[in-house]
């Protein structure tokens, strides 16, 4: 048997020890099961059990809430940053560039040196829905919306990207969406930002590298794939012949797990609640019903389960959302748990230093180059 065994990508690995959220047995935060904190609690009050531990009292949510309305507007230098990168850049590449920008402007920052990392994400959490906001309109030449976090904070964020109010169903599936992408367990983006706080790096430079991975195709794929999908197979004009002819051809349908070992992710049942709703709401049966007839055959045939992708696409197009917008909206939510991760990873820290085995050439001799006549 090898001393250092091989696991490509450190599959199976158990890198470090956490209490913010497990998977095995259905996710929980600090203990609370998904499914109850997205159909009861405000995205607030789950940012806060993130990030101090325990659920908050009144007092504390109001104290949270008003720190969120008192950070003020984006900083004008930042705002004329983002104006002067060119239209076509992904507004991922933009919000990194933005973030980086902010660690700058972060007023828990004195000397040099950050003061509180718990502090640093209220100030994150105020500010990365204006600057998501500010670069969606001022691309667009659309109306800028002033932040206004005297809603819930879902429904804020709903605000400053569409300019109006949502409904009560909209705004407790899209609070849900937001409470459901929290965390997620050691995921490569949470990992690449507990690598950096491992070396001691401050907190914007562990979130700069989590942005990085989350804008990672074989990371966060609910953009326009999904919906692709659903639109090919609608217009197909048979859902279930389709799917079945994309297996017989041995193409991959995307949404779904590569693996049917995987068990089924537990924020689908949610997501797939509000799917319903909402497509019903808005008359959208048909890709329902086709997202329906798809996930039923790829069980039946591939043996594999949606990921949450194939849920979460649908929900943010029923909601109005732009598929550019969909991982943006994903880094607002993820931010509390990325914190959340780099705070334990600093109270409790060790440097990551996996080992690597080398493939290359057998050692050899150097041999000079002759000298020059």
């Not at 450190?10 to 470090?16: C, D, E, R």
């Not at 906001?133 to 206004?148: A, F, K, W």
């Amino acid at each position: 048997m090898e001393r250092h065994p091989y696991r490509p990508g450190l599959s199976g690995i158990v890198a470090t020890e956490t209490e913010i959220s497990q998977i095995q047995e259905g996710l929980t935060y600090r203990g609370y099961p998904i499914d109850e904190l997205a159909r009861g609690a405000a995205f607030i009050e789950v940012a806060y059990l993130l990030l101090h531990g325990e659920l908050p009292s009144h007092e504390q949510l109001a104290d949270f809430q008003t720190l969120l309305i008192e950070t003020g507007s984006l900083p004008q230098p930042v705002m004329a940053a983002v104006e002067a990168i060119p239209p076509h850049i992904d507004m991922m590449e933009v919000i990194r560039s933005g973030v980086s920008l902010l660690a700058h402007f972060d007023p828990q920052m004195e000397y040099g040196v950050f003061q509180s990392e718990v502090s640093n994400a209220q100030y994150l959490l105020a500010m990365l829905p204006q600057l998501i906001s500010y670069r969606y309109h001022q691309v667009r030449g659309s109306r800028l919306v002033e932040p206004n976090f005297h809603h819930s904070y879902a429904g804020s964020f709903w605000c400053m990207l569409k300019g109006d109010e949502p409904s009560q169903l909209e705004e407790e599936a899209f609070n849900a969406a937001l409470i459901i992408y929290a965390d997620f367990g050691l995921s490569p983006s949470t990992f690449a930002a507990r690598v950096v706080a491992s070396t001691g790096s401050p907190l914007y430079s562990a979130i700069c590298s989590a942005i990085g991975s989350i804008n990672g195709q074989l990371h966060c794929s609910c953009g326009t794939g999904v919906l692709d999908v659903l639109q090919e197979a609608i217009q197909s004009g048979n859902a279930e012949e389709w799917v079945c002819q994309e297996i017989t051809k041995g193409r991959r349908v995307l949404g779904f797990e590569n693996s049917h070992h995987k068990p089924r992710d537990p924020r689908s049942a949610v997501l797939k609640s509000y799917c319903v709703q909402l497509a019903d709401a808005l008359g959208q049966n048909e890709m329902e019903n086709a997202a329906d007839t798809i996930e039923e055959i790829m069980g039946k045939i591939q043996k594999v389960h949606p990921r949450v992708e194939w849920y979460a696409s649908r929900l943010l197009h029923y909601l109005g959302f732009e598929p550019d917008l969909f991982t943006p909206i994903f880094s607002v939510s993820r931010l509390v748990g990325w914190v959340a991760h780099i705070v334990e990873q600093s109270e409790n820290n060790h440097l990551y230093q996996p080992l690597s085995r080398y493939v290359g050439m057998d050692q050899r001799k150097y041999t000079p180059l002759p000298l020059r006549s």
